[in-house]
């Protein structure tokens, strides 16, 4: 045998190995993909069932299956006739809405000044508010209880909204974002004779929409799903949020679970939806909130 | 109108920022300042919201600490930290780090995961309650008695009972800490990994000597957050067993339940006051503990 012969012999031998190795690598890429497939498939299954659950008849809830045998939209007629979960709804859309509202506009306020201001305090009143981040919400509720007391802001949407209407959180994190906004546009709008509103409200803010987004999704999934302080502050049935009518309706409705899996899947299928449709942007929003924040 | 002509540009700039600070100042003065000063004042109180406060000192703090119910709901809300801190990293971990991997149907894959993050947790808490019940009506039990093994009692055990509340809520924040390690696994500079792999490092090496120690601030992030959220647990603690909160026995009841209960069922306000303060400094000890211990060595 030459030299020649054993060296393509050896090479070809390496080849096969590395086309193996290859093989293998893809193997187990399959697998991986497959396992994290069907942990995936886990995580959402109480999501699955609740909504399979919620088209079923009272008489197979107890069916392990997830498909029902005759999906029905009567368990939603039912709910929604009944009158409070479409109130409940309204309440904590409006609540929501208007809670997310108030911490875009105050909270990028606040973070634009003491970003792009120069001025004595301005440290302070950063340090200030940031050290609200370390009281928790379960110490401040009995003053705010107190003060609701004796304001008459109990059962009302302004008692339930109040201490949500700013966050120290979406300060820091829309202050980290003007800080990508160059000096210079803002000093150009002031050469163009803009007043310091305008060029927070018509050059910074769209700068920082992304931020916006991002604050925007925190905010409102928080208050959507806020339960302690609205269950504290409404005795009024009628006022209560969808987490506190819930709670309220699972007690009542005890044995109908196909029910309050109806309830349950009204208060979680807008949020999910939503979601499916800004997925890449919710992510990108979250790594953001959770990075800089 | 006058008197802001007459200033400086500089001058100018202080007065806008002040102004655009002043609703602001005055909303953290009185809705967080003031009530923080407020709930501690109000611990060192004897006061039922009807009659008058009467200054007791440390009299509150003093029952608290001799109360058996509060040690136990003090190690129950521990439990959830210590069981929900570790298992929720550990999982969100390796879920992260091999879907970090997968190319094909990425965004699919991740969408599943991160899907429960925006569930509520009082409707998730009913549905897993639903999953708990005993057979014929739960679905755990409905599924093992199917395959013909023993019943389990989740909720009406006082040993199972925490565990099984854990469950769903280590299960909703799962997506939240995956996404966030994902990006700190993409942070991470590739030529790290093309020097390793050229020098022929295996992989179980390159994820102890590379992949954590630079994931550290990622880490440390992921640990304080969910701790702090284990420590105030209430949601999924409240609506799964409403009808004895915080039962069996105060097995499963958590110190937010518990300031709950004596604030808005009892209305000794002094003593639920004195109970917040307390859970203020443990949530202050753990995290500048943990942030001591992870960041620094």
Known sequence: MTTADTEIR????????????????????????????????????????????????????????????????E??????????????????????????????????????TLCKFTFRGRYIVFIAILSTLMIPTEMLVIPWYLMSQSFGWLDSYWGIMFPGLMTAFGVFLMKQFFETVPDDFIEAA???????????????????????????????????????????????????????????????????????????????????????????????????????? | MQFYRNLTITQKRTVWAWGF??????????????????????????????????????????????DPVFWQVFGNTFMYLLL?????LVVSFVIAYHLDKVRFAHGFLRALYFLPFMTSAVAMAWVWRWFYQGVPIGLFNNALASVGIAQIEF??????????????????????????????????????????????????????????????P????????????????????????TNNPGGPLNSTKPLVLMIYETAFASFDMGYAAAQTVVLFLVLLVVSLLQLRLLRDR
């Not at chain 1, 009944?82 to 606040?110: E, H, K, P, Q």
């Open chain 1, 10 to 73: 050896a090479s070809s031998a390496a080849l096969l190995e590395g086309t193996r190795a290859k093989q293998r690598r893809s193997l187990g890429q399959t697998i991986r993909w497959l396992i994290l497939f069907g942990g995936g498939i886990l995580m959402i299954m109480p999501i699955a069932y609740m909504i399979s659950t919620s088209l079923k008849w009272p008489f197979e809830v107890y069916n392990v299956g997830l498909i029902p045998e005759e999906p029905h939209l």
């Open chain 1, 75 to 112: 368990n939603y007629q039912y709910v929604l006739e009944d009158g409070r979960f479409y109130g409940w709804f309204v309440n904590s859309l409006i609540i929501a809405t208007i809670t997310t509202i108030s911490n875009l506009f105050f909270d990028s306020l606040v973070g634009y």
């Open chain 1, 190 to 293: 002031r050469i163009d004779g803009l007043n310091e509103f305008q060029i927070f409200w018509s050059v910074a803010l769209p700068m920082v929409k992304p931020a916006l987004a991002a604050l925007a999704i925190f905010v409102f999934l928080g208050n959507w799903t806020a339960f302690l302080w609205p269950l504290i502050v409404t005795t009024d049935t009628s006022l209560y949020t969808l987490p506190v009518g819930l709670s309220s309706f699972g007690d009542e409705a005890d044995v109908q679970w196909e029910l309050i899996m109806t309830g349950a899947a009204i208060s979680t299928i807008p949020t999910l939806v939503v979601f499916l449709i800004f997925q890449r942007f919710i992510i990108r929003g979250v790594v953001m909130a959770g990075l800089k924040g």
């Open chain 2, 21 to 66: 600070l002043a609703v602001p100042i005055l909303f953290y003065v009185i809705i967080r300042f003031y009530p923080t000063g407020n709930a501690m004042i109000i611990s060192f109180q004897e006061w039922n919201l009807l009659g008058d406060r009467t200054w007791t000192g440390f009299d509150n703090y003093v029952t608290l600490v001799r």
């Open chain 2, 84 to 88: 929900g801190t570790p298992i929720s």
């Open chain 2, 155 to 216: 909720l009406n055990s006082t040993t199972n009972a925490l565990p099984a509340i854990l469950a769903p809520a280590v299960w909703a924040g799962l997506g939240f800490q995956i996404i966030i390690f994902m990006a700190g696994l993409r942070a991470i500079p590739r030529s790290y990994y093309e020097a390793a792999q050229i020098d022929g490092v295996s992989s179980w090496t390159v994820l102890w000597e590379i992949t954590l120690p630079l994931l550290r």
């Open chain 2, 218 to 241: 990622t880490i440390v992030f992921i640990v304080v957050f969910s701790s702090i959220g284990f420590l105030r647990i209430f949601d999924h603690v409240f609506n799964m067993t």
